[in-house]
């Protein structure tokens, strides 16, 4: 089957760096992202990796590990307003995008 | 330029009654998914619309169903409410251009009593 595994939550203070680690077992695989959703809002795309490597995208930046079946979110100096919860989603080649259960992100001033 | 817009925002229905929610995706997007998302889980895969077809389905019932109209706007019908379909339902939407970054609406809030 297909799934993913993420941490329920994850607490930082702020100003430091989070890490938001995600492994994932599918059939067939493009790439991996990472959304952002704030509490009643609606998730908003933050990254993507297809390669392996690390994409970085100012205070964020993503990993991705291939033979590992893992990537991972970093959030640096982080801001109270990055209090959310984080997603990561695997492409997968029939295109039925598959979400984890997210982490949810807890800052502490 | 309009990001992905749905309507309504709420709604509250009877079990057994029936419910149409609609998106307008974002300008130049052709690409429509719709997905549920229970409180405190990430959001599932309900099912793709391009070229007003249906191209992808998740592992949902065929209480639900969907359409993509020539405007690339969608709905997504669900028959026979049950009291799990209780959840918010989301609307994505992309372009040709990306094939993994996708634009979210606000949702629609679906409460089944």
């Known amino acids: 089957g297909q799934s993913l595994e993420q941490p329920s939550e994850v607490t930082a203070v702020e100003g430091a760096i989070v890490q938001i680690n995600c492994t994932y077992q599918?059939?067939?695989?493009?790439?991996l992202s990472w959304y952002q959703q704030h509490d009643g809002g609606a998730p908003t795309f933050l990254s993507y990796?297809?390669?392996?490597g690390l994409e970085e995208t100012g205070r964020f930046s993503s990993f991705l590990s291939r033979s590992d079946s893992y990537g991972y979110l970093l959030l640096q100096e982080l801001q109270m307003k990055d209090s959310a919860s984080y997603f990561c989603?695997?492409?997968?080649?029939?295109?039925?995008?598959?979400f984890g259960k997210g982490t949810r992100l807890h800052i502490l001033p | 330029d309009a990001g992905v817009t749905q309507s309504p925002t709420h709604l509250i229905k009877t079990r057994g009654q029936q419910v149409t929610l609609r998106c307008s995706p974002k300008?130049?997007?052709?690409?429509v998914s719709w997905y549920q998302q229970a409180l405190g889980q990430g959001p599932q895969f309900i099912f793709q619309?391009?070229?007003?077809?249906?191209?992808q389905r998740g592992n949902f019932p065929d209480r639900f169903s969907g359409h993509q109209f020539p405007n690339y706007s969608s709905e997504l019908n669900v028959n026979a409410l049950l009291l799990g379909d209780s959840a918010l339902y989301l609307c994505?939407?992309?372009?040709?251009?990306?094939?993994?970054?996708?634009?979210f609406g606000p949702g629609t809030r679906l409460t089944v009593t």
């Open positions: 994505a939407s992309r372009g040709f251009e990306s094939s993994y970054e996708q634009y």
């Open positions: 599918t059939s067939g695989f493009y790439g």
């Open positions: 990796n297809a390669l392996d």
């Open positions: 989603a695997v492409s997968p080649r029939d295109d039925k995008i598959i």
């Open positions: 300008s130049g997007h052709d690409t």
């Open positions: 619309y391009y070229e007003e077809e249906e191209r």
